[in-house]
């Protein structure tokens, strides 16, 4: 995979907006999901793996803290499949290599993936303890984090895995200064290459994901993973009011390519997934990534670099062939 060349420029931009809570609200993802190690894929996890990195600021100096909400497997929010018999890990890593080897950012639990030092890890098994309740990580010294110039401060990583057993966790993350409370770091981000996530059962609401387009991209290839034929996902930029993606059905991978437009450069897309309304489909797992024409993976933030795009009407969009 070649490397991504991003400039500080819109990373500051999108940075100073306080995106702590994973997922963000403006995404509207009830809770990131992994699979134990022996599920079946047709559950909707395809690697009982997620990787994601928080960017922190060089000037905050401060202690940081890494929260994970209902951490365990069992009880009100997570995925029974017979009984509950799975255990799930969380490593925390920094210093280098945690986010510049290569391998860790695939989409894949190959190689080098957990590069870098690990910093902290836990096993959660089913403990009422942490049913819907939150498990802080730290504290971590900013500098502990991989320092990365172009992304405007130091990296941390987090790998949530299935050890072992064949229930489903749903989980969601925060970063804050304190450690029993959500406190949001100023200048803070987060994003993902790969989003493993739980969609609503209301089929009113819609989720999103925010893949961000630099100047290097022409044309992307979005995939997605066992959406079990759940209704549409569609893309809406500031130049596009909605394009149709190709949707997987059950345990089966779908995936498509468009062109960019020239006035979509240095802004996000919008890739909303909505639901059908009948037959409803209830506890609906899906993964999803995107590249550009180089096989790069774009990454996804938590809150879109540049805001929500929002299709500008006075935008004079030549047509061009998707």
């Known amino acids: 995979m070649k490397k991504i060349v991003i400039t500080s420029l819109f990373l500051f931009a999108g940075f100073y907006l306080l995106a702590q809570p994973v997922p963000a609200e403006d995404e509207n993802i ?32 401060s202690p940081i803290f890494i929260r994970v909400f209902d951490p365990d497997v069992g009880g009100e929010i997570d995925e029974i499949n017979g ?7 969380y490593s925390i890593y ?14 894949d639990p190959v190689g080098e993936y957990r590069s870098g030092n690990m910093l902290a890890t836990k096993v959660f098994g089913e403990n009422p303890r942490y ?21 405007g401060g130091y990296i941390f990583k987090i790998i949530c895995e299935g050890v072992e057993g064949d229930d489903g966790n749903m989980y969601r993350y925060f970063v804050s200064t304190s450690p029993t409370q959500n406190i949001r770091i100023e200048g803070a981000n987060a994003f993902a290459y790969e989003y493993s996530f739980r969609m609503h059962n209301d089929p009113n609401e819609v989720s999103h994901i925010y893949p961000y387009i630099d100047d290097r991209t022409i044309s992307v290839e979005q995939k997605n ?14 130049a596009r009011q909605g394009l ?47 590249k550009n024409q180089y096989g790069e993976l774009l990454p996804f933030y938590t809150i879109p670099i540049g805001g929500v795009p929002t299709y500008k009407y006075s935008i004079g969009v030549k047509k061009k062939n998707d």
Request: proline content about 4%; overall charge negative.
């Open 30 to 61: 009830p809770h990131l999901m992994t699979f134990g190690s022996k599920s079946e894929t047709s559950w909707g996890d395809d690697d009982f793996s997620q990787t994601f990195f928080f960017v922190i600021p060089e000037e905050h100096t």
């Open 225 to 238: 993973f066992d959406w079990d034929s759940d209704g549409m996902i569609r893309v809406v930029s500031v």
């Open 244 to 290: 149709l993606c190709k949707a997987s059905g059950d345990d089966e991978w779908a995936q498509n390519q468009f062109k960019i437009l020239d006035e979509e450069i240095g802004t996000s897309l919008d890739f909303q997934f909505i639901k059908r309304k009948n037959p409803p489909v209830k506890n609906n797992n899906v993964v999803i990534s995107v």
């Open 94 to 107: 920094g210093g280098t290599g945690a986010f510049e080897n290569e391998d860790a950012k695939g989409i």
């Open 131 to 151: 049913d819907n309740n939150w498990y802080t990580f730290g504290p971590f010294n900013p500098t502990e984090g991989e320092l990365v110039k172009k992304y």
């Open 83 to 89: 009984f509950w018999d799975t255990k799930i890990s």
